[in-house]
């Protein structure tokens, strides 16, 4: 009996430290090193606190947004975000610097040439952001 008692005890161990061994082995291969999960698909960018257990999130998966609302029942899709094109506005008159894009941007004046000088636009930015 006694030796039934101690085989069961050692064999009971051994698949207790298996199991906490592959446990913490599978937690390791989930997240990295500073706590964050390794896929970036699903991003939560921006959060509003609506009442008590109600909120809004701005969810961004792939490159896409939605907006989910969200209470302590339940979890609802509202809407799907459009990209603000606003950058890329920006970022094609830069680089083309075409003079008929700067009047499509609202609250960007060009100088005399149509033109609008990089200096000038980083502190439009500033203003706008």
Request: aromatic share 10%; proline share 4%.
């Amino acid at each position: 009996m006694p030796g039934y008692i101690t085989g069961f005890a050692v064999y009971t161990l051994a698949m207790t430290g298996i199991l906490f061994l592959a446990f913490i082995i599978a937690k390791k291969c989930m997240i990295l090193p500073n706590g964050k999960n390794r896929n970036n698909f699903l991003q939560v960018e921006n959060y509003m606190s609506l009442d008590a257990g109600k909120g809004l999130y701005v969810i961004k998966a792939g490159r896409e947004r939605f907006l989910i609302a969200s209470s302590r029942e339940s979890c609802q899709f509202m809407t799907k975000l459009e990209e603000h094109s606003f950058v890329e506005d920006v970022n094609k008159c830069i680089d083309n610097d075409i003079k008929t894009s700067w009047s499509s941007i609202p609250d960007f004046k060009p100088n005399i040439n149509g033109k609008l000088p990089k200096k000038d636009i980083i502190k439009q930015l500033k203003g706008v952001f």
